[in-house]
């Protein structure tokens, strides 16, 4: 069910249309929109807002870590329709265990590189990504630096 | 070395895919520490001779952790790594990041903070157009261009000077306004450097926008389909040399940036010379808007009336009690920001600047990320390097115009 403040939002509307159970929540807040997605359905609806919706590009793909809260990852996805001037946010919630989700890069190429940023620092794993490997730090790095219990100072002894 | 003694041999690397026949595909690592690539980027290239067959770049080398910093820094402390990231256009980073907290704060500007923020963010791109420009022409061959931009860029870095005491880590535009009254006498300098600038322009372009050899070299080169540079996320000046004439200015104003009268130039060739022809109509556009907005500017305060966020004038602090107990809690603990979460988009020179910042309601940002333009733009080095020839390969990563600093943060 869409919350009230999402009950106006022709891209919310339309989502909810599309593929119901997908939208778990989500606010319309300082005129941005944010839609909490299943994890499991993220890149169908990521295609359809793509394909159907005219949001071509994908601006970025992100994570945050709500440690020690669960689930305790979420992953943003800033999608942008450059023909109807929009931008909406995914967001999904992931477990700290094992935070697994599927890749968008077969919807936009551009998720390449952001996917595996947010693989190398914060340790996501993205499904069916073409190649999942460290990007910022050297390949042999031990943790996620941009995890809440990655220390921010000090040295490995 | 005794008489007969071989030569130390030079080891080749060669591709693990090779054609099953003709000749065999080698290695070239490109970088870190190339001249062309303008910091430490590593290009691994795999060639059949003088052709690229695969290019896979390499990033990270620069890579600073600024995202982890930002959570440990309180916001206004925070302006002063927004500098560090694209550090051709530390203006315009620290625009985006102060707009963003100052849209989860609900801040409205005051009008002359504005149009300041559009000058100096309008001479930051003349000052990142510029190198680009000078280090362009350079990697293809052409010196002299390189000594002329400089030349113009010096007078720009003094202005940052002037206005904030640095000339490139300006960290000049704070959450809530400018960091400091804009200088005396600074319309004469601005007036100037603007005076004298689309002079300048037209010297650059007669050296190179008929110049055989630069032509030559750039013109249907790196050509990529607007199709593609859409779904490999490429912004900015590259989107626009494709056709798109997508500017976060125009369709997403900021900082009152709609009351500006300024064209935004497209080519549809696509290419290494349409890149550089929309880059530089776009030095006259900033011109332009430089020029608005010293003949406009308004007169009035430049920080926004939120004593709990921006800090008391001295005299102030001096004088009343409560204006020293706000700035004593800003200086020691900083300000709370609402809970929320907000994308911030801004035209840096180099495309779409965001700045995704989260807040949990403390005095430090829970969590910031910067989607940098070069990091997206430099995504499409391979479509845009794959099947052309390696000397090509200099003179399309320069027209990407990335900075390495703004790639791996």
């Keep these: 069910m869409l919350p009230d403040s999402l009950q106006d939002r022709g891209v919310a509307l339309a989502v909810e249309a599309f593929d119901s159970g997908a939208v778990q929540g989500g606010k319309f807040d300082r005129g941005e929109v944010t839609l909490e997605i299943a994890p499991a359905r993220i890149a169908s609806v990521c295609g359809y807002l793509k394909y159907d919706q005219k949001f071509v590009r994908l601006s970025s793909v992100t994570a945050v870590d709500r440690h020690p809260a669960e689930p305790r990852f979420e992953v943003v996805y800033h999608l942008h329709s450059v023909e109807r001037k929009l931008r909406v946010r995914l967001k999904c919630r992931l477990p700290g265990g094992d935070p697994v989700i599927e890749s968008v890069t077969s919807v936009w190429r551009a998720a390449g590189w952001y996917e595996r940023e947010a693989f190398d620092l914060f340790g996501i794993r993205f499904t069916g990504h073409p190649d999942l490997r460290r990007i910022m730090l050297p390949d042999d790095w031990e943790g996620h630096p941009l995890r809440k219990d990655y220390p921010v100072t000090g040295s490995r002894v | ?409």
């Design chain 2, 1 to 409: 070395m005794s008489e007969g003694a071989l030569p130390p041999t030079v080891t080749v690397e060669m591709a693990e895919e090779q054609p099953a026949s003709g000749p065999r595909r080698m290695v070239l690592n490109m970088g870190p520490q190339h001249p062309s690539t303008h910091g430490v980027l590593r290009l691994r290239l795999e060639l059949d001779g003088e052709t690229v067959v695969r290019c896979q770049p390499d990033i990270g080398y620069l890579h600073t952790g600024i995202e982890k910093e930002f959570e440990v820094k309180t916001y206004q402390q925070a302006v002063t790594l927004t500098d560090r990231v694209d550090y051709l256009a530390p203006l315009s980073n620290n625009l985006c990041y102060c707009l963003a907290v100052e849209k989860l704060l609900g801040l409205e500007m005051p009008p002359q903070a504005q149009w300041m923020r559009v000058m100096l963010t309008e001479l930051t791109r003349l000052n990142s157009h510029l190198v680009w420009l000078g280090t362009h022409a350079l990697d293809i061959g052409a010196m002299s261009v390189f000594l002329y931009c400089f030349r113009e860029r010096e007078d720009i870095l003094r202005i940052f000077e002037m206005f904030s005491g640095q000339r490139m880590m300006t960290s000049y535009f704070r959450i809530g306004g400018l960091a400091l009254e804009p200088p005396r006498g600074w319309e004469r300098r601005v007036k100037d450097f603007i005076d004298r600038f689309p002079g300048c322009v037209d010297e650059y372009e007669d050296l190179l926008t008929n110049n055989r050899i630069w032509i030559g070299r750039t013109r249907g080169v790196g050509a990529i389909p607007l199709e593609d540079m859409l779904d490999l996320g490429v912004t900015g000046p590259m989107l626009r040399a494709a056709g798109l004439p997508m500017d976060a200015r125009k369709d997403e104003p900021y900082s009152s940036y709609e009351l500006f009268d300024f064209a935004v130039p497209t080519r549809t060739e696509s290419d290494v010379y349409a890149r550089y022809q929309v880059r530089v109509e776009e030095m006259r556009q900033s011109a332009r808007i430089v020029r608005q907005a010293l003949d406009g500017m308004p007169a009035g305060p430049w920080k926004a009336d939120a004593p709990h966020v921006v800090l008391p004038d001295r005299e102030k602090m001096k004088t009343q009690m409560e204006a020293l107990i706000y700035h004593f809690k800003i200086v020691t603990e900083g300000f709370r920001v609402p809970e929320g979460e907000v994308y911030q988009t801004i035209e840096s020179p180099r495309g779409e600047l965001g700045f995704y910042v989260v807040s949990d309601g403390s005095a430090m940002p829970y969590r910031v990320h910067m989607r940098t333009p070069s990091f997206g733009n430099l995504q499409a080095t391979s479509k845009m390097t794959e099947g052309a020839l390696i000397a090509d390969v200099i003179a399309s990563i320069g027209s990407m115009d990335f900075v390495l600093g703004d790639v791996d943060r």
